[in-house]
């Protein structure tokens, strides 16, 4: 099986989950190596600060991955003006197998001209930003255009993991992997997308979207 270079790209105050769903489900595809990237190499802080991810290779040392994958989180919004993750961005999604994003990752992507015309998603408290980047927005968990994948809010991570893992190598290792990490939810509530969470949880979200988005 052909090998593979995924490379994760992490940035302070990430969402941790946007960047470790997708790795718990790709770094277990055979022949994958999943490397988390940043500007520069060593720890970033998590969103809420009491977690560290830590960057093993600098952009300029994993310029050309076979898949890209970028998380959300409040950092987001400091990755909005062009500058070297852009330029990265940019030129490693043209040899990408697949260039995806979690949350509000799909933002950066957005602001780096990478979604332009193409149907995507996002946190849904985010969507009406893709469209303001030329991004078509599309409120599904899992959404495929092209080489490009994105996925919705946080959790939706490990369901793109799992659509990659069987396009890249097939749904039957896609299903074992799945199983191997026992993803089987059950949440207690129904509460986890605005068409069925009760409406104080919307109204409350919407209220604090700044600070839910932005972690300020």
Do not use: N
């Not at 991810?53 to 898949?67: K, N, Q, R, T």
């Not at 994958?69 to 040899?95: C, F, I, K, N, Y």
């Not at 969507?127 to 255009?145: F, K, N, T």
């Not at 986890?192 to 209220?207: K, M, V």
Request: proline fraction near 6%; glycine fraction near 10%; charge should be negative.
């Amino acid at each position: 099986m052909k090998a593979m270079d995924i490379a994760v790209l992490v940035y302070p105050r990430l969402t941790v989950l946007d960047a470790v769903g997708p790795y718990e489900v790709l770094s277990r595809i055979p022949g994958a190596t999943v490397t988390f990237v940043a500007e520069t190499k060593g720890a970033v802080r998590s969103d809420v600060g009491s977690l560290g991810l830590v960057a093993d290779a600098s952009l300029d040392e994993l310029s050309g991955p076979d898949i890209v994958v970028v998380p959300g989180g409040p950092g987001q919004t400091d990755l909005m003006d062009d500058g070297p993750v852009h330029e990265w961005l940019r030129s490693a999604h043209e040899t990408t197998t697949w260039t995806t994003s979690v949350c509000t990752g799909s933002l950066i992507l957005a602001a780096a001209g990478i979604l332009d015309g193409v149907r995507a998603t996002s946190h849904w408290l985010a969507m009406d930003q893709l469209e303001r980047y030329g991004a078509i927005p599309v409120s599904e968990r899992v959404v495929e255009d092209g080489e490009v994948m994105t996925a919705a809010g946080v959790s939706s991570g490990i369901d793109m993991g799992l659509t990659l893992a069987a396009r890249l190598v097939g749904p039957e290792i896609a299903q074992t992997i799945q199983l191997g990490i026992e993803y089987d939810p059950q949440p207690p509530f129904d509460a986890g997308s605005p068409g069925t969470a009760p409406d104080f949880a919307i109204e409350f979200l919407r209220s604090q979207s700044r600070f839910v988005l932005e972690g300020r």
